[in-house]
């Protein structure tokens, strides 16, 4: 149990980290090249973990790296950017709150992870107090950033659950850097095509960018797959449903936003809702990640016409 509630803790880092990503990208970043802001993002991110983990995909994994960098990072960023363009930050908000009972729904047929009622429960209480939070009669509901921001939800829902079946037998940091590299590397073909010259960015729009990069994307992603592997995936998406109020409570200290006692009880519902995220004492963390396939450990090598393998150096076997 202890395991489970410090994996649940390392994953918080996560929707916590993206929850300030909001401040920053609106306070310093350029607003007028999302693409290239995503391609920025993404891809030296992507590279950092893939020098730190010198590892490249083999086999299987250099198709699944392009399916999921599309799906998590490439495509998403690009929607999320939409969605961003044409409605209120509440609005869609509100939309993407929809992610925890999408991937618990979504994790019985991908990965065999039965919801259990509970955890529907809490999905469903968790986007009521997202809405009383973030949701204004005044926000705009366009048809085209409702789509934008529904599909980026459903991208990433699938794309995490996907990361989970095939994070079998490769380590999280590696597999999360092959993921950042082929998002990035989409992202920026996309932007050369659609944005054309890249933008110029002055000391403030740089060390925003370091700041996304660094904490808001490989930090937060690393920390995500780590914990979507260990940890059902309901419990995941629950533990998401911090995004929301880490920008709430960050427009209360940083912007001096007072909260309404609505917003205040939306704020206690989706806390409550995070708290149901917890999965049943008799569930079980998954192993650690595998060593490095070029750097762990040679398996031994069974000897001949024998199952067993060969035994280490100076011990003997027992007959």
């Not at 370091?210 to 808001?216: D, E, F, I, R, S």
């Amino acid at each position: 149990m202890e395991g489970i509630w410090r994996w649940s803790l390392i994953t918080a880092v996560a929707p916590v980290a993206w929850g300030t990503t909001y401040y920053v990208t609106g306070e310093f970043l350029p607003p007028d090249r999302p693409l290239y802001g995503a391609a920025i993002r993404a891809l030296p991110a992507g590279l950092l973990l893939l020098a730190l983990s010198r590892t490249l995909p083999s086999g299987s994994w250099w198709w699944k790296s392009l399916v999921l960098g599309v799906l998590n990072m490439g495509g998403f960023f690009a929607l999320v950017y939409v969605a961003a363009q044409r409605l209120p930050t509440s609005v869609a908000s509100t939309v993407m709150a929809l992610a925890p009972l999408v991937m618990a729904v979504l994790a019985w047929p991908l990965v065999g992870e039965r919801p259990r009622l509970r955890q529907l429960a809490a999905a469903v209480a968790g986007a009521a107090g997202v809405c009383l939070m973030l949701l204004t009669a005044s926000g705009s509901t366009d048809p085209a950033g409702i789509l934008a921001s529904a599909g980026a939800m459903a991208m990433s829902s699938c794309g995490y659950l996907l990361a989970k079946r095939w994070s079998e037998g490769v380590g999280t940091l590696a597999s999360t850097s092959w993921q950042l590299v082929a998002g990035g590397l989409v992202l920026l073909v996309a932007a050369g095509i659609v944005e054309g010259s890249p933008p110029a960015l002055d000391a403030p729009a740089v060390a925003g960018f370091a700041y996304v990069a660094l904490v808001g994307t490989a930090l937060a992603f690393v920390a995500w797959f780590g914990g979507l592997r260990r940890l059902p995936a309901a419990t995941v998406g629950l533990v998401g449903l911090l995004n929301p109020v880490t920008g709430v409570l960050l427009g209360v200290v940083a912007a001096h936003e007072g909260l309404t006692g609505r917003q205040l009880f939306g704020l206690a519902l989706t806390l409550a809702s995070v708290g149901f995220a917890r999965p049943p004492a008799a569930a079980e963390l998954r192993p650690a990640d595998p060593p490095s396939p070029r750097y762990g450990p040679r398996p031994r090598r069974a000897a001949p016409g024998c199952r067993e393998p060969w035994p280490a150096s100076g011990a003997r076997r027992r007959r």
